[in-house]
């Protein structure tokens, strides 16, 4: 099972910003689907952010107008450029690539998280 490889987590101030990135070992096509997640203690996990093979990206309201994802080519890396950020953005965040691969089959890979603090 292949496991992306998360950097870019840390621990800063209010105000202050932070870029996560994502990158997939091993063998593959293309990505055609990335997305970033958060969770935070006794929360639910939140789709952060979202890009699509074609360009489409969307965020959720909470980060929307903070945060970018944006990728470097159609094999990644996939990154998460989150400024402003504010002590509700504590959280691990995790990366999620639909790439294509072996077989021109779709396959789903996530990260191991990395954790994001804020102080206030």
């Known amino acids: 099972q292949v496991q992306l490889v998360e950097s870019g987590g840390g621990l800063v101030q209010a105000g202050e910003s932070l870029r996560l990135s994502c990158r997939a070992p091993g063998a593959f096509y293309s990505i055609k689907y990335a997305n970033w997640y958060r969770q935070s203690p006794g929360k639910e996990r939140e789709t952060v952010a979202g890009?699509?093979?074609?360009?489409?990206?969307t965020y959720a309201d909470s980060v929307n107008g903070r945060f970018t994802i944006s990728r470097g080519n159609d094999r990644g890396p996939v990154f998460l450029q989150m400024n402003s950020l504010k002590p509700e953005d504590t959280a691990v965040y995790y990366c999620n690539l639909r790439v294509i691969g072996a077989g021109l089959k779709l396959y789903d890979y996530w990260g191991q998280g990395t954790q994001v603090t804020v102080s206030s």
């Open positions: 890009d699509s093979h074609d360009g489409d990206t």
